[in-house]
């Protein structure tokens, strides 16, 4: 055994080739093909990958002699040099795991592949699962976080015509600084608040009046009321916003309705305010539903006996609400109501579908009366092309929902059982 | 007055609920009063859109919910006029690989993370409980420049390989919540019979998570039929359009006569995946509500 580990250091030069000498082929093998592919195809790979990242890009559009188009597109090379970190930092790991393999004596017993296949188990099992993870999120994460950093948007930084440039923390002073930019921002802002407050709360209590009234001991067929309020949540939630769009639109069946008693036609979605609250009146007709079915089940966990017990003290009902009930409710729910609330921050489908952001505010950049954050991004990036200026607001959205979500989930059990912190 | 003061503590203590007194009576008209109104406003909009499908015009001002004459011919006209055909089939295809990639995906994962304890366990749970806060939604920019790359533009495997990756962080928390409940005697008598990792995860850990895994397949599958954003992004061509596209242009075109067709379009739709859901009420209530805290 000693003189086959002689030759461990061999494998700093060359992977895989201790392995080798102990017999392990298969691993061996595999190892040698990773310093293989990385020397072939990796380094040249990587070497233009960093390059990329560093300058993005040094020739500028133009035709050369042959009247070819000759450029260096500056997003492709920042998105190659991102995966070329990260696969250089996979392939370190990989020769990290090499070296110390070497060093490893032999497996004595003779194991059957369906046995190794076993021991090394989880993390093969990961593989699939860890690859999709590094890029089509971490990739895409980190990708957005340096474009803030970059002067990315129309009309004079969109390749392949031109190059962009690195700009440090010039976007975010422009945000915070330029009074068109900070006005919008802070507007957009509250209104995201109020709206994510308001959604949440009243299809909250809605749901909880709903779970309440039908629950009660009087009402008869209490599964076809149930059975009737679940249905929004049933129905696909974008048909029922497009279906909402129309309901509420100028020639609308509501508008109609009005004129039919003789009232005025409303505005629904054109007039700033009543927008506001018609998506919130919307929100409410999707979200209750969710509220009533989790209620439901809440209530009937609520032990009798507190109930029966201020039965003899001569509690109102009232009362009941108000000092069993309502805190009851509160505790069990308040992981859900505040992802609720972190939804609602971010539910651009509702205010997409529905306004589009609408009606135009002449004093904002780019957003109208009910966008949210979320759409406002969504516009910079598709209508206006103003990536540099959408991943800075990304990054804001980030840092303000982060500690609510982390709160959230220490609360969960899942969480608790693991003790991470 | 003075007469029915006096028969009232009878009441009270020999058969108390039989007789109504006028407020409970009141009381039940309030709440059926309530419940009638809310019923209302909850099938309006749903009757509405019924209605309007059934509609001979075409426009949204001429259309009204008991149409005098009711017609199929827009149900008919969705299969011979439009692409809705396609539409459908390719929704029904990203859906059902998205159901496929993403189940086991994060079966896979939450099982690892519940039952093996390894170098990397902690820091991994934590990267991922910090990736699932970043909306996915807003690397927009990101996937379509990688999707450019790979050259997986304008193709439904593109779209599913995004959608499978993007939900991992949130449902692998789920899951494995979920399986940790699971007792781990279970697996060990398992081991001890022979079985390796991988059976007892088939055989054991998987029949025992059918209400979370129902759940996770369910919304991974209804997913992809309400997603706008990310599809028009990916897909350009007409014979790869989805539902979600095509339905939404037919209310936001700049032509606003094909309402009607977009209301049988709607209800083709929404029937299949109501009755899915009415099916499957168990376990979306489970799944909705394990976030909750159990006392």
């Known amino acids: 055994m000693e003189d086959k580990k002689k030759f461990a250091w061999l494998s700093y030069i060359i992977m895989g080739s201790a392995q080798i000498m102990k017999g392990e082929y298969i691993k061996g093998i595999f190892l040698l093909l990773v310093e293989v592919l990385t020397i072939i195809f990796g380094i040249p790979y990587f070497a233009h990958g960093l390059w990329g990242i560093v300058t993005l890009g040094e020739t500028k559009f133009h035709y050369n002699e042959k009247g070819i188009a000759v450029f260096d597109h500056s997003i492709f090379l920042m998105l190659q040099g991102i995966i070329s970190i990260l696969l250089i930092l996979i392939i370190i790991g990989i020769y990290i795991y090499n070296v110390k393999d070497a060093y490893k004596a032999k497996e004595e017993k003779k194991i059957t592949l369906r046995d190794k296949i076993d021991r090394n188990f989880h993390y093969i099992f990961m593989t699939p699962g860890i690859l999709a993870l590094l890029f089509f999120i971490l990739l895409p994460i980190i990708f957005t976080v340096l474009i803030a950093f970059t002067d990315y948007s129309s009309p004079y930084h969109l390749p392949p015509r031109n190059l962009v440039n690195w700009v440090g923390l010039r976007n975010f002073k422009e945000l915070f600084g330029l009074k068109i930019w900070n006005e919008t921002l802070s507007g957009v802002f509250v209104w995201t608040v109020t709206w994510a407050i308001l959604a949440t709360v009243t299809s909250f209590f809605v749901g909880l009046m709903w779970a309440l009234i039908v629950n009660s001991a009087g009402v008869k067929i209490k599964k076809l009321w149930r059975t009737i309020f679940i249905i929004p949540y049933a129905v696909p939630g974008l048909i029922s916003m497009l279906i909402m769009r129309l309901l509420f639109s100028g020639p609308g069946p509501i508008n109609d309705f009005l004129e039919h008693l003789g009232l005025q036609r409303i505005g629904w979605l054109t007039d700033p305010h009543i927008a506001k609250i018609t998506l919130v009146l919307i929100n409410m007709w999707l979200g209750a539903p969710y509220f009533m079915a989790l209620m439901t089940s809440i209530l009937t966990n609520i032990p009798k006996d507190l109930y029966e017990s201020s039965d003899i003290d001569g509690a109102t009902a009232f009362q009941k609400l108000r000092h069993i009930t309502l805190p009851m409710v509160l505790y069990s729910t308040m992981p859900l109501l505040i992802s609720s609330f972190a939804y609602n921050f971010n539910n651009f489908m509702l205010i997409y579908a529905v306004t589009d952001g609408g009606p135009v505010n002449p004093n904002y950049r780019y957003a109208g009366h009910t966008d949210i954050l979320i759409s406002w991004i969504y516009k910079m990036t598709l209508n206006q092309q103003q990536y540099h200026m959408a991943s800075v607001v990304t990054i804001l959205i980030f840092l303000m929902i982060a500690p609510i979500v982390a709160y959230t989930f220490t609360r969960s059990k899942s969480f608790r059982e693991e003790d991470l912190i | ?295």
Do not use: C
């Open chain 2, 1 to 295: 007055m003075k007469e029915t003061t006096t028969p009232v503590p009878e009441i009270k203590f020999v058969k108390p609920k039989k007789k109504l007194t006028p407020k409970a009576i009141a009381l039940k008209v309030l709440v059926y009063t309530f419940l009638i109104t809310n019923t209302i406003f909850i099938l309006f909009p749903i009757l509405w859109i019924i209605g309007s499908s059934l509609n001979p015009g075409d426009s949204l001002y001429s259309s009204s919910m008991i149409p005098k004459n009711p017609t199929f011919i827009h149900y008919k006209e969705l299969f011979t006029k439009t692409d809705y055909p396609i539409w459908y089939k390719n929704t029904l295809k990203v859906a059902f690989l998205n159901m496929i990639f993403s189940t086991i995906l994060t079966t896979f994962n939450a099982y690892v993370f519940s039952r093996f304890r390894f170098k990397g366990r902690k820091a991994g749970l934590v990267t991922i409980l910090v990736l699932q806060v970043f909306p996915s939604f807003l690397t927009l920019t990101a996937i379509y420049t990688l999707l450019m790359q790979l050259n997986l533009l304008n193709t439904h495997i593109g779209l599913v390989l995004f959608y499978s990756g993007a939900q991992i962080p949130a449902n692998t928390w789920l899951i494995k919540g979920y399986f940790d409940q699971i007792p781990k005697s279970l697996d060990e008598a398992a081991r001890v019979d022979g079985a390796t990792n991988f059976t007892t995860f088939t055989r054991i850990i998987m029949p025992l998570a059918v209400p979370i895994i129902v759940f996770l397949a369910l919304t991974s599958f209804i997913g992809p039929w309400m997603d706008f954003i990310f599809q028009s992004l990916v897909l350009r061509t007409a014979d790869k359009k989805t539902l979600a596209m095509g339905l939404m242009e037919m209310v936001t075109g700049q032509t606003n006569t094909k309402f009607t067709l977009f209301a049988a379009g709607a209800i083709l739709v929404a029937v299949p995946i109501t009755i899915l859901y009415a099916f499957l009420q168990k376990y979306i209530v489970e799944g909705l509500s394990s976030g909750a805290v159990k006392s």
